[in-house]
């Protein structure tokens, strides 16, 4: 689905540090322009950690930047009153936006939940199955939505809810950041959809832990994200691979093999 190797992710700023704002673009705009340049496509998640930033979109306006429909993927998420969702999503359709991987959300007291009704959903909350299905029945052919799949989760109740995912449309699918070969992984991709594999390029690995909701295992041995990136080449070949806490003063050469192949080429 993706003719690139690597997505990478790319934070917006965030909106409480208003005197900084022209930097932070500026920062957004030449990480934007990097990513791009190098062959990657590029991920820009949705408020992450219950922190309000500048929408995906209003970013790329605000500094002018060039609009790739087949590079960029916006997240957006459950944590919108409905009025903004449906901006939102005008916005997205105007500017003829192609990827949207849509996710529940980290949500938080300084964003606010959207009604679970306005969306025709049958529960007390937004899900992202709900979400899902109101993108595309709303905008029914102009999207290629996406949804999350978290392996550290219990099975079959996570693999059900992902088929549920796809039932409401979802053609990707984006893991949580793995070790390794992960055998939850590996069941899904009997589904036949297209798998982004998630790498996390830190080595905080303790940070890593907490944002997959997973024990760390004190007896594994010492993380090293580009051994572990090449790890995932080889057991998941065909899957792109979603770059999370990519350092972006690396050479990124000489850590992402797919680009080093590419320049050879």
């Not at 991709?189 to 997959?212: H, Q, R, T």
């Not at 065909?238 to 797919?258: A, H, T």
Request: proline residues 7%; aromatic residues 10%; hydrophobic residues 40%.
């Amino acid at each position: 689905m993706f003719n690139f190797p690597y997505i990478v992710e790319l934070l917006s700023p965030k909106r409480s540090d208003e005197d900084n704002i022209d930097g932070n673009l500026d920062r957004f705009a030449l990480r934007y322009n990097q990513i791009i340049e190098s062959g990657c496509g590029l991920s820009i998640p949705d408020n992450p950690m219950g922190q309000p930033r500048l929408g995906a979109l209003e970013s790329i306006e605000l500094r002018n930047l060039s609009f790739l429909r087949d590079k960029v993927v916006v997240n957006l998420n459950t944590f919108h009153t409905k009025k903004e969702l449906d901006g939102l999503l005008e916005k997205a359709a105007s500017a003829d936006l192609k990827y949207m991987l849509v996710v529940r959300g980290d949500g938080g007291p300084l964003l606010p939940t959207l009604d679970p009704k306005s969306i025709n959903g049958q529960f007390s909350v937004a899900t992202s199955i709900d979400l899902i299905r109101y993108i595309n029945d709303t905008y029914p052919d102009q999207f290629v939505t996406g949804a999350a799949f978290n392996p550290f989760k219990p099975m079959p109740v996570e693999t059900n809810r992902l088929k549920q995912k796809l039932s409401a449309g979802a053609r990707f699918v984006v893991t949580q950041p793995i070790v390794g070969k992960n055998e939850s992984v590996s069941q899904i991709e009997m589904l036949g959809v297209p798998l982004v594999i998630e790498a996390w390029m830190s080595k905080n690995i303790d940070l890593f832990y907490k944002s997959v909701g997973k024990e760390k295992d004190e007896h594994a041995e010492p993380f090293d994200p580009v051994d572990n990136l090449k790890t995932l080449h080889k057991f998941y070949p065909e899957s792109c691979v979603y770059l999370s806490m990519l350092g972006f003063k690396q050479n990124w050469q000489d850590i992402l093999p797919r680009l080093s192949k590419m320049n050879r080429k």
